[in-house]
């Protein structure tokens, strides 16, 4: 592979229908990945595409009364508009119908009969069709049909001659292969079901159909199909020359990154390497294996009518708003839950409210003092000079969880660092200071627009348009390049970012050390939705009143409410209910408080976040960890636990009056 590049793979999507959310998923962070490593300076190949051929589209086809070729044709513009439309910058979309896809798993049959790795026999067993996967033996525990492992639909009886891949005879390699590579796979969880299956004893593999003509002939024997798997695999190599241009696939191949959903994790961890040692290619580097996504407890699926269509939401709440939702609110560890409510609450609390108004706040200030172009100090204060050194610190740690492909977590950390310019902008009072000031008024919005530059170039990856159009707002590229897709790219290159090996880093003190910026009034950044289920509350004729017990002032101002921020969040062992929290409540010093809400809340989104906590209730044991107050929270309409926080940031430690 070519020094400093980069090639990411999505899964090839089974085209019986249109795109849903969960292709929309694995597709995004896989643009994702792409956007980061151009960030990087690397070039970078992403593949994405469509499986065409099998059982399930022959029997879908007819049922449309279509031939094959017409019906997978059908939806080939509904996935490319739909990743158009989301901003998806694939550098090929491959169909495995395509004459050089179909050369390839053919010269790939021929090789594998040149080593002796597969052998014509009988195949008995239960096959499931809307998976297009075989049930092993060990995964059959009756005689009578068992339902599928992966899907849990029906199987059914198949026998027919077949050719069969020696895959037990790289049950050994497999298992060296897994212990000198153990981050082949992640997240790390999800090599042990690989593990568990393979040391179980592999059996050798049909990949071979004489009941379904559609599908690639096999090579040398027209009376057989490529088994849909075997075939659709070898996209990842055919996709980039594979056996045709080798100077092409030498440049790519092995893959950096493969992203797929959990429920193919084997085909991926077992056949996949499996089939590359046959044709002596080295194996991918690693496999970024998601969880499902679940609409109401229950994995989406067709059959359930749980699922999310993305136009639909695109059409709504717009592309870059459902692209972070998808990496903020999904972590790629578990199985996670979408609701159309919890994705109306972060765009408005996160983008419109902490980003959004952000920047609001800062260009319609210069603006209002004629100071839209706005000239770098000479020399930084303290706390100016904190939040520059903090932005070095969360590029760094960005790169980490990037590196690691923990998605969920850099979101966090860059929220973390927006909470916290917030918070500078707020107590540094800039509106006051312009009449007292003026010097100390023109730094707080430079180092505030400064902050702003990181922030959006590390959220670029993620929402590319919004952030071109956040970087063009605060002067960070010629205003003529805005409407290009590239720009934030553009940007770059003109300051020579692609040519040093710390590009992200150097680009942090660049935007500190230029002479000056000019900001640029745009439409407001991210518009909160309004919540339909709110909407739509029937009305009540006559609600009553809860029964009320006054207290005296007296009693009130005993209470020590006080505002804090969450600096440590974790989950507490052997609960399912409480997050322990460091809070710090400045001159009330640091508190330890758990609180019940991990159903509604993972520790990372609460880091860096003000909540109000009362702090002078006696100390109480929980679980073997002392909480040292109480957290405030309430329950909205839709019945979410909602933080009570102060509107706009104020210090550690403040008493509400």
Same mark, same amino acid.
């Given at each position: 592979?070519?020094?400093?590049?980069?090639?990411?793979?999505?899964?090839?999507?089974?085209?019986?229908?249109?795109?849903?959310?969960?292709?929309?998923?694995?597709?995004?962070?896989?643009?994702?990945?792409?956007?980061?490593?151009?960030?990087?300076?690397?070039?970078?190949?992403?593949?994405?595409?469509?499986?065409?051929?099998?059982?399930?589209? !022959?029997?879908?086809?007819?049922?449309?009364?279509?031939?094959?070729?017409?019906?997978?044709?059908?939806?080939?513009?509904?996935?490319?508009? /739909?990743?158009?439309?989301?901003?998806?910058?694939?550098?090929?979309?491959?169909?495995?119908?395509?004459?050089?896809?179909?050369?390839?798993?053919?010269?790939?049959?021929?090789?594998?009969?040149?080593?002796?790795?597969?052998?014509?026999?009988?195949?008995?067993?239960?096959?499931?069709? *809307?998976?297009?996967?075989?049930?092993?033996?060990?995964?059959?525990?009756?005689?009578?049909?068992?339902?599928?492992?992966?899907?849990?639909? &029906?199987?059914?009886?198949?026998?027919?001659?077949?050719?069969?891949?020696?895959?037990?005879?790289?049950?050994?390699?497999?298992?060296?292969?897994?212990?000198? %590579? *153990?981050?082949?796979?992640?997240?790390?969880?999800?090599?042990?079901?690989?593990?568990? #299956?393979?040391? /179980?004893?592999?059996?050798?593999?049909?990949?071979?159909?004489?009941?379904?003509?559609?599908?690639?002939?096999?090579?040398?024997?027209?009376?057989?199909?490529?088994?849909?798997? !075997?075939?659709?695999?070898?996209?990842?190599?055919?996709?980039?020359?594979?056996?045709?241009?080798?100077?092409?696939?030498?440049?790519?191949?092995? /893959?950096?990154?493969?992203?797929?959903?959990?429920?193919?994790?084997?085909? %991926?961890?077992?056949?996949? &390497?499996?089939?590359?040692?046959?044709?002596?290619?080295?194996?991918?580097?690693?496999?970024?294996?998601?969880?499902?996504?679940?609409?109401?407890?229950?994995?989406?699926?067709?059959?359930?009518?749980?699922?999310?269509? *993305?136009?639909?939401?695109?059409?709504?709440?717009?592309?870059?708003?459902?692209?972070?939702?998808?990496?903020?609110?999904?972590?790629?560890?578990?199985?996670?839950?979408?609701?159309?409510?919890?994705?109306?609450?972060?765009?408005?609390?996160?983008?419109?409210?902490?980003?959004?108004?952000?920047?609001?706040?800062?260009?319609?200030?210069?603006?209002?003092?004629?100071?839209?172009?706005?000239?770098?100090?000479?020399?930084?204060?303290?706390?100016?000079?904190? @939040?520059?050194?903090?932005?070095?610190?969360?590029?760094?740690?960005?790169?980490?969880?990037?590196?690691?492909?923990?998605?969920?977590?850099?979101?966090?950390?860059?929220?973390?660092?927006?909470?916290?310019?917030?918070?500078?902008?707020?107590?540094?009072?800039?509106?006051?200071?312009?009449?007292?000031?003026?010097?100390?008024?023109?730094?707080?919005?430079?180092?505030?627009?400064?902050?702003?530059?990181? @922030?959006?170039?590390?959220?670029?990856?993620?929402?590319?348009?919004?952030?071109?159009?956040?970087?063009?707002?605060?002067?960070?590229?010629?205003?003529?390049?805005?409407?290009?897709?590239?720009?934030?790219?553009?940007?770059?290159?003109?300051?020579?970012?692609?040519?040093?090996?710390?590009?992200? /880093?150097?680009?942090?003190?660049?935007?500190?050390?230029?002479?000056?910026?000019?900001?640029?009034?745009?439409?407001?950044?991210?518009?909160?939705?309004?919540?339909?289920?709110?909407?739509?509350?029937?009305?009540?004729?006559?609600?009553?009143? &809860?029964?009320?017990?006054?207290?005296?002032? +007296? +009693?009130?101002?005993?209470?020590?409410?006080?505002?804090?921020?969450?600096?440590?969040?974790?989950?507490?062992?052997?609960?399912?209910?409480?997050?322990?929290?460091?809070?710090?409540?400045?001159?009330?010093?640091?508190?330890?408080?758990?609180?019940?809400?991990?159903?509604?809340?993972?520790?990372?989104?609460?880091?860096?976040?003000?909540?109000? #906590?009362?702090?002078?209730?006696?100390?109480?044991?929980?679980?073997?960890?002392?909480?040292?107050?109480?957290?405030?929270?309430?329950?909205?309409?839709?019945?979410?636990?909602?933080?009570?926080? *102060?509107?706009?940031?104020?210090?550690?430690?403040?008493?509400?009056?």
């Amino acid at each position: 592979m070519a020094k400093n590049s980069f090639y990411v793979t999505t899964p090839i999507y089974y085209v019986t229908a249109k795109p849903h959310l969960g292709s929309l998923y694995s597709t995004v962070l896989a643009d994702v990945l792409a956007r980061w490593h151009r960030l990087l300076g690397k070039d970078v190949f992403f593949l994405t595409g469509t499986d065409e051929h099998g059982q399930k589209i !022959a029997q879908a086809a007819e049922k449309a009364g279509l031939q094959p070729q017409q019906f997978v044709d059908s939806f080939i513009d509904a996935y490319k508009d /739909a990743w158009k439309a989301y901003y998806i910058e694939y550098s090929r979309f491959i169909r495995t119908t395509e004459p050089e896809h179909t050369k390839a798993v053919q010269e790939w049959i021929n090789r594998l009969k040149k080593t002796g790795d597969i052998y014509k026999d009988f195949y008995t067993g239960w096959y499931c069709t *809307p998976c297009e996967t075989f049930v092993v033996e060990q995964e059959s525990t009756t005689e009578e049909a068992p339902f599928c492992p992966s899907c849990g639909r &029906p199987t059914h009886m198949v026998k027919e001659e077949t050719y069969f891949f020696k895959l037990s005879a790289y049950q050994d390699k497999l298992l060296a292969f897994y212990q000198q %590579h *153990p981050d082949f796979i992640a997240p790390k969880e999800r090599l042990n079901e690989v593990l568990s #299956f393979v040391k /179980a004893g592999l059996k050798d593999l049909s990949i071979s159909r004489t009941t379904i003509s559609w599908g690639i002939p096999f090579a040398g024997d027209a009376e057989h199909t490529v088994y849909v798997w !075997a075939d659709a695999l070898n996209n990842y190599i055919s996709g980039i020359g594979w056996p045709q241009d080798m100077t092409t696939c030498n440049r790519w191949w092995p /893959a950096d990154i493969q992203v797929l959903g959990k429920d193919i994790v084997r085909f %991926h961890a077992i056949f996949w &390497p499996a089939f590359l040692m046959a044709i002596e290619l080295p194996m991918p580097k690693k496999l970024l294996v998601h969880g499902w996504i679940n609409v109401n407890k229950q994995k989406m699926s067709k059959s359930l009518g749980n699922v999310v269509d *993305p136009m639909m939401l695109l059409q709504s709440y717009g592309a870059d708003a459902v692209r972070y939702y998808l990496l903020k609110q999904l972590a790629i560890t578990h199985d996670s839950e979408f609701s159309i409510e919890d994705l109306e609450r972060h765009i408005a609390t996160d983008l419109a409210n902490d980003l959004g108004n952000l920047l609001n706040r800062l260009v319609l200030l210069a603006q209002k003092y004629d100071c839209l172009v706005l000239q770098t100090p000479t020399t930084w204060s303290k706390q100016a000079l904190d @939040i520059r050194d903090e932005s070095m610190n969360v590029v760094q740690d960005v790169q980490g969880y990037m590196d690691d492909c923990m998605f969920h977590m850099a979101l966090a950390r860059v929220w973390r660092y927006i909470n916290q310019v917030n918070g500078y902008f707020h107590n540094s009072e800039p509106w006051k200071l312009v009449k007292q000031d003026t010097a100390h008024f023109v730094e707080v919005l430079a180092a505030t627009r400064n902050a702003l530059s990181v @922030i959006a170039t590390l959220l670029w990856p993620v929402m590319p348009v919004k952030m071109n159009e956040l970087l063009s707002s605060i002067g960070s590229f010629d205003r003529h390049c805005e409407e290009q897709s590239d720009v934030a790219i553009q940007w770059m290159n003109k300051s020579h970012y692609m040519k040093h090996p710390t590009l992200i /880093a150097d680009l942090v003190l660049k935007s500190w050390q230029e002479k000056q910026h000019t900001l640029l009034v745009r439409p407001t950044l991210f518009e909160k939705p309004e919540p339909k289920a709110a909407t739509e509350q029937p009305k009540e004729d006559h609600v009553e009143q &809860p029964a009320i017990s006054h207290i005296g002032i +007296e +009693e009130l101002l005993k209470v020590h409410l006080v505002v804090g921020t969450i600096s440590a969040c974790s989950t507490v062992e052997k609960s399912d209910k409480l997050l322990k929290m460091q809070v710090d409540c400045g001159s009330y010093g640091e508190r330890q408080i758990l609180g019940g809400i991990r159903a509604s809340f993972a520790p990372e989104d609460l880091i860096g976040r003000q909540a109000l #906590f009362v702090l002078n209730l006696p100390p109480r044991m929980m679980l073997g960890f002392e909480s040292q107050g109480m957290m405030l929270i309430a329950k909205d309409v839709h019945g979410k636990t909602q933080l009570m926080s *102060p509107i706009a940031p104020v210090p550690n430690g403040t008493r509400l009056q």
